[in-house]
């Protein structure tokens, strides 16, 4: 056997190299069927359980695997995993993958009987959610995310032939699973405007309403980090783009989310005033 190469090269790794996992062969069946009818995708590895689909992550089967790692890379670009699956169930697997140094996207696979777990699968990241029976448009679009979150077109090549990306990084597609009178909407993360602490929960208020989340205010703030999201307050999370004022008050600073009359003034902790100063004055980095 030659000898693995240490890096992937863009012209060798052009277009997404995906897995899906389903315990059910007509499942898996259908699924590799329809990510393999998009352009974006390359290749499309299969596993029967979460256990087999470890295995190949760690490269145990595939050269390709094993050298994308060492280059840096996560394993694969994304696993469409069905969530029921017996031994390692899909959000066992999705709690695996969170902790790899470099994840690659994850998309659940669910059928009727599991959609409330999509109101806890937001806490291990997946990117977005295919719903049972299957169709065509939902597996592209959730496609289109993951070569969004990729960035491969977009993003620049390193000197030793890799695309650089930050794969753990979120990006503004990502989705929220929220129930809403029994049925599960995805709330697109670019939608809201600010997030609220209720308990152990957190409510997030877009322009068109509210939806509870079962995730802690202090956890969203690290996964939106980058995403521009900035703790004013114990009890709030804003998109520092939609703040439009900083003010003074009788109780100390406020800012203004928003604009008219759907414009929202949230309290500014001592804690947390000198930080958003900062935040919302510092000039935008320069290219020269």
């Known amino acids: 056997m030659g000898k693995m190469p240490d890096t992937v090269s863009t012209q060798d790794n052009a277009g997404l190299l995906v897995l899906a996992v389903d315990d059910e062969a007509p499942g898996l069946s259908e699924i590799k069927f329809l990510l393999e009818s998009s352009p974006h995708i390359r290749r499309v590895l299969t596993a029967f359980d979460a256990a087999e689909a470890l295995r190949i992550l760690r ?40 902790a790899f140094r470099y994840p690659p996207a994850l998309v659940f696979v669910t059928g009727v009987e599991e959609r409330d777990a999509l109101v806890t ?15 065509e448009e939902r ?26 990306q930050n794969p753990a990084e979120p990006t503004d597609d990502e989705v929220i699973p929220v129930e809403l009178g029994g049925t ?51 009890s709030y999370l804003v998109a520092l783009p939609l703040v439009s004022e900083l003010r003074m008050t009788a109780n100390g600073y406020a800012v203004v989310i928003g604009t008219g009359e759907g414009a929202k003034e949230l309290p500014v902790s001592r804690r947390h005033t000198k930080e958003l100063k900062e935040r919302i004055v510092r000039p935008p980095k320069s290219g020269w």
């Open 139 to 164: 597996v592209l679009k959730a496609i289109s995310r993951v070569a969004d979150r990729v960035g491969r077109t977009a993003a620049p090549t390193s000197a030793s032939g890799t695309t650089a």
């Open 59 to 98: 490269g145990d089967y595939e050269q390709e695997v094993m050298a994308r790692t060492k280059a840096g890379l996560p394993p694969v670009d994304a696993v469409f995993a069905d969530i029921n699956m017996p031994g390692l169930s899909g959000m066992d697997l999705a709690r695996v993958l969170s």
């Open 184 to 234: 599960i909407k995805l709330v697109p993360r670019a939608s809201v405007r600010y997030v609220e602490a209720q308990g152990d929960y957190a409510r997030l208020h877009t322009q068109d309403g509210s939806h509870l989340v079962r995730i802690p205010l202090a956890q969203l703030e690290e996964r939106w980090a980058n995403a521009g999201f900035v703790r004013i307050h114990r």
């Open 121 to 135: 699968a937001f806490d291990v990241g997946a990117l977005d959610f295919i719903n049972k029976p299957i169709n």
